[in-house]
């Protein structure tokens, strides 16, 4: 091929690559469970695929794909950095549940909700890689949490939904919980738990601890209620106590999920989460969405409403 044709058919492969989204930002594929990292002026966002048909009558997910992006305008589908099948323990067929990613020393460990294959009940897996992109390996062999671990709530899907954070100290916790909110301090390993798993005495918590830090202050978000709406709670520590702080997303129309993240960019602060907005959408088929948002002067977070426009491009002159 001449240079003018290979320059062509680059573009058209990028284009093809690369969403120009306003919400939902990923209108290709129905997805679920945003988890959004950001590392040298690049946001990477990581999502459950939802393969149900309209006539399916449970969760089909048979994978986390990547996507990133320079300005959270344009998406780039970075493929699937990791299946549930990679988890060895799980059953991992359509068990790609929520999931969440962070770096420590130097290396990337993504926190998965998948269902144990003889242990009945979900479960939690860490997976290890040297690149945000992946792929991603099972880093312990074993689960990392079981659903025979915690005893408060007699469901087998009260152990999903790990949120990962790691404090300016180095030091990383894990929270996550369905009905019962519950936490622990890993080791450095990032493999395993250095300490006891506690639990969070709450109302109304459902699912989808998210934990972030922004001017000192601890944010502990997640979804509240069923239908779900997105509240938070703060506190000067990384382990509370948390005071509540009110709902800052309201609840879907037609989906009762809603699984938030929230993350600075650039200057700017963002939430994810899902809703039911692409054609045929719904309980088992949702789409990623993001909303820009200012913190109060106190500190607070308002309340964000759901747009079809999205925020505007925030071009990051750091990324890569
Ligand atoms: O995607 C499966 C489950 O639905 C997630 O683990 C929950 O957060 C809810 O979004």
Redesign the pocket.
């Known amino acids: 091929m001449k240079f003018a044709a290979i320059a062509a058919a680059g573009a058209v492969f990028a284009a093809a690559n690369v969403a120009h989204a306003a919400n939902p930002i990923l209108p290709k594929l129905f997805t ?2 945003p988890s959004a990292y950001v590392e040298d002026g690049t946001v990477y966002l990581y999502v ?1 695929v939802d393969g149900a048909s309209t006539t399916d009558k449970d ?1 089909v ?1 048979k994978e986390w794909r990547l996507y990133s992006s320079c300005d959270m305008k344009n998406w780039t589908d970075r493929g699937s950095p990791i299946k549930p099948s990679a988890f060895k323990w799980a059953i991992g067929k359509v068990d790609a ?2 999931a969440d990613i962070t770096k420590r020393n130097g290396k990337y460990y993504f926190y998965a ?1 998948v269902d144990h294959a003889t242990i009945p009940g979900r479960a939690i897996g860490v997976a290890v890689s040297d690149k945000p992109e992946g792929p991603f390996v099972d880093a312990r062999g074993s689960a990392l949490v079981t659903n025979n671990m915690t005893l408060e709530a007699p469901i087998a899907w009260d152990d ?2 790990p949120g990962v954070f790691v404090d300016d100290d180095g030091q990383a916790y894990l929270y996550w919980g369905n009905t019962v909110l519950k936490y622990a301090k890993l080791k450095p390993n990032m493999t395993e738990f250095d300490g006891p798993i506690h639990t969070v005495g709450m109302d109304r918590f459902t ?2 601890p998210y934990l972030h830090k922004h001017k000192g202050t601890y944010y502990l978000s997640y ?1 509240r209620d069923y239908p779900e709406t997105t509240a938070y709670m703060t506190s000067a520590s990384p382990t509370g106590p948390w005071q509540f702080r009110g709902v800052i997303m309201e609840k879907n129309a037609k989906v009762k ?1 809603i ?1 938030q993240a929230i993350i600075d960019f650039n200057g700017k602060s963002y939430i994810f989460y899902h809703n039911d907005k692409l054609p045929t959408g719904g309980e088992f088929r949702r789409s990623v969405a993001v909303e820009e948002f200012q913190y109060n002067a106190d500190g607070t977070i308002p309340f964000i409403k759901q747009t079809k426009e999205g925020p505007t491009a925030n071009p990051s002159s750091a990324c890569k």
């Open positions: 679920a469970d459950g969760y997910m549940w929520a909700t999903i939904d699912e989808a979804s999920t699984h």
